[in-house]
């Protein structure tokens, strides 16, 4: 896709995403937007961060480590499902797991983090719609999920991760977001206060927002010309 696009699409979501978060009552720059670049290759990621994109996230390691390769300086998140088998090449080059949603993968996760001796930043992916076809941890597992996650010292949990079900409208989109806030403030502790919230894609970024998101996904509104919502 062509540059000016790219920015013209990039100029349009940085304003809506600004003016969800003032309507909220939030500071914008709680708001990180995370380009996903999952159907795009390194031309335009090289144009997104010349516009001033910072975060970047991919979802299927294979695709991805060609890009993470050629750009290691890149704040690369991993939002897909990952295989624990694939675990330590994403801790090499990702700043942030957004898709911790079982304890072996956990266990991989420590592994290679002690192995490359790193913390890693992970946030827990809950399935809040309950759709069999979506990853996540089932919202009552969350409690004793993080418990055990306090065995793991190289992983941080920083947060919580969701998606909101496939929805004609982004406002039928709000009930899922406001459960996951419900859950954040339910099981945020001192010491493990999951701060971030990762959920909001191109169909709801700005409800997501409303709704208290502190990173949204969007890969579509930036990328796809035939995309038609705002
Ligand atoms: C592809 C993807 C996104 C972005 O989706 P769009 O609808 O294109 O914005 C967000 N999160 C995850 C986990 C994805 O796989």
């Known amino acids: 896709m062509v540059q000016n696009l790219i920015a013209e699409n990039y100029k349009r979501v940085r304003s809506n995403l600004e003016s969800a978060a003032l309507s909220a009552g939030r500071a914008p720059e709680d708001v990180k937007l995370v380009a996903v670049t999952k159907t795009v290759g390194l031309a335009e990621i090289r144009g997104c961060i010349a516009l001033g994109m910072i975060d970047f996230g991919e979802n299927r390691l294979q695709d991805a480590l060609p890009k993470f390769r050629e750009l290691p300086d890149v704040n690369w998140h991993f939002i897909g499902h990952l295989q624990s088998n ?65 065995s793991f010292p190289r992983i941080r949990v920083s947060g919580l991760m ?44 700005l409800v997501a927002v409303e709704e208290g998101a502190t990173m949204v996904r969007v890969g579509s509104v930036l990328f796809d010309p035939k995309f038609a919502g705002r």
């Open 162 to 205: 969701a998606m909101a079900p496939l929805v004609d409208h982004p406002e039928q989109a709000r009930p899922y977001f406001r459960r996951v806030r419900e859950l954040q403030q339910k099981y945020a502790t001192s010491e493990v206060p999951l701060t971030e919230l990762s959920m909001g894609m191109s169909g709801d970024y």
């Open 86 to 150: 694939k675990a330590g090449n994403v801790i090499r080059h990702c700043s942030l797991i957004h898709s911790l949603d079982r304890l072996s993968l956990a266990r991989a996760i420590q592994q290679g983090g002690e192995r490359q001796d790193r913390q890693i930043g992970c946030l827990v992916q809950v399935n809040i719609s309950g759709e069999q076809s979506k990853y996540g941890l089932a919202p009552e597992g969350l409690p004793a999920f993080l418990e055990e996650l306090r």
